[in-house]
């Protein structure tokens, strides 16, 4: 009886042993994130309402043909990538080299600069450490993109004016050759993470709501945000430039015409 009671404690110490080394060994992970109340689900019932308002009234063509090509970024760090590839082969833009098989496509890892060695833009670089503002505008002009840079200052309400006529022109705009993607900060906006890259789907100009197709749709889900409060989160400092975010302004003209505003 007292061999069968140790050798019951032994058993009982290594299964303790083994769940402890389990769980200390075992990575934390995440199956998506609650959405704040101050923003608002596009497939809840309040959202489909907005969406439906803000296609009556003309706001919701860049919608359309940034849904068809709508990615979830293939690695935590990828925002910027999964963004400019999803606005390019909105935009049909040919990246003039082959994706797979005969196909000319443009993907996350098609967006690695040849000159990834001079300019910086490597896949690994962007996959430890994200990309900034600048860089962004930067690799979206090695790859002959046209686009338009805006940082945002928060005290200047007539750059806000500006931006509103920039998303209600562009959000209308029934050629859609034109896409906005926003650096933000999440933070700002009561979410989780810090800076953060994705393309504005929509605009109901009744509501002053911005529709962000958040490229990590495996943390939030597309959502309506009050535009004044996406503004606010585009001012916020980056941690690391210590530069304002902003806006991006894309264009479906192939040739290289990057600006910075």
């Known amino acids: 009886t007292i061999l069968s009671a140790v050798s019951s404690f032994l058993l009982i110490k290594f299964k303790m042993k083994t769940l402890c080394r389990s769980l200390c060994t075992e990575k934390l992970s995440f199956h998506k994130r609650v959405l704040p109340a101050n923003l608002i689900a596009l497939s ?29 970024q293939s690695e935590p760090s990828y925002c910027s990538l999964s963004s400019l590839a999803m606005v390019l082969n909105a935009l049909s833009f040919d990246p003039k080299k082959v994706w797979k098989g005969a ?3 443009v993907s996350e890892e098609m967006l690695e600069c040849e000159t990834a060695e001079i300019c910086g833009h490597s896949i ?9 503002f600048d860089e962004f505008a930067a690799l979206s002009h090695c790859h002959g993109v046209t686009i338009k840079s805006y940082r945002v200052s928060t005290s200047n309400s007539e750059q806000y004016n500006a931006f509103r006529d920039k998303v209600i022109e562009i959000s209308h705009n029934q050629d859609a050759d034109k896409f906005i993607v926003v650096n933000f900060s999440r933070k700002n906006l009561g979410q989780t993470g810090s800076g953060h890259f994705s393309p504005l789907g929509g605009f109901h100009d009744g509501l002053e709501l911005a529709l962000v197709l958040d490229v990590a749709r495996f943390k939030y889900p597309p959502y309506w945000v009050p535009l004044n409060k ?7 400092l980056d941690a690391h430039s210590k530069e304002s975010r902003g806006y991006f302004i894309i264009s ?4 290289n015409n990057s600006q910075v505003a």
């Open 230 to 236: 996406l503004w606010e989160s585009m001012g916020e």
């Open 103 to 105: 196909w000319r496509w």
């Open 124 to 132: 690994g670089r962007i996959k430890e450490n994200g990309m900034n």
């Open 252 to 255: 479906s003209d192939n040739n």
């Open 44 to 72: 809840s019932s309040e959202g489909k309402k907005i969406f439906r308002e803000a296609l009556q009234r003309g706001g919701m063509e860049s919608f359309f043909p940034l849904s068809e090509q709508f990615i979830t």
